[in-house]
Nanobody, 114 residues
Framework: QVQFAESGGGLVQSGGSLRLSCAAS????????VGWYRQLPGKQRDMVAT???????NYADSVKGRFTISRDNAKKAVYLQMNTLKPEDTATYYC????????WGQGTQVTVSS
């Protein structure tokens, strides 16, 4: 079993930056594709970015060129550097494997003001 704990969210103005962190527990973390997802109230949870254990990345079109995902397998951590934030990036952000294998953490709220 793997558990995730997200942090780093907050309130930022449009055009600003935030760096999200995800701490994972569990022995199988290093062999999984992990990713960041986000969810608006009443909406489905969408994938934002993923990274394989070897470092290959994929991004949703809406964040390409603005967000960067990275991971540190030794620390069992995944990061999301978010630059040039827009109000439409406002959401609760979660990390998990792809496909999702484990329970969701509590997430971290990102609010971008215009």
């Amino acid at each position: 079993q793997v558990q995730f704990a997200e942090s780093g969210g907050g309130l930022v103005q449009s055009g600003g930056s935030l760096r999200l962190s995800c701490a994972a527990s569990g022995s199988t973390f290093s062999i999984n594709i992990v990713g960041w997802y986000r969810q608006l109230p009443g909406k489905q949870r969408d994938m934002v970015a993923t990274i394989s254990s070897g470092g290959s990345t994929n991004y949703a079109d809406s964040v390409k060129g603005r967000f960067t995902i990275s991971r540190d397998n030794a620390k069992k951590a995944v990061y999301l550097q978010m630059n040039t934030l827009k109000p439409e990036d406002t959401a609760t952000y979660y990390c998990n494997t792809l496909p999702r294998l484990y329970n969701w953490g509590q997430g971290t709220q990102v609010t971008v003001s215009s």
